[in-house]
């Protein structure tokens, strides 16, 4: 038994074991066929991811522009957002 997910990670792609982490971990090692799904049908729901902050009437610039790169950059990562169509 390991407590870390990249030591999990690492050890199934070795095939050593199995493990279960978050989708996004292994989105890449899945894509690439290092890793595979075999119980997608106990898949627990997807989490929504969040960013928050404080807004107020002084938010620099910088912290608009960068929330809204991220919302952008994140909606578009199809690991992260369920809505997309994934490829096999």
Known sequence: MVTANNAAINLARLGWGMTRVLSYQVAAAVAAGE???VLD?????????????????????????????LTHRLGQDAALNPTMKRRS
Not at 41 to 52: G, K, M, S, T
Request: zero cysteines; a neutral charge.
């Open 41 to 69: 049908a106990y898949e627990a729901p997807p989490l929504p991811i969040q960013v928050v902050f404080q807004k107020s009437a002084r938010v620099p610039a910088k912290i608009n522009t960068f929330v809204d790169f």
């Open 35 to 37: 890793l595979e799904i």
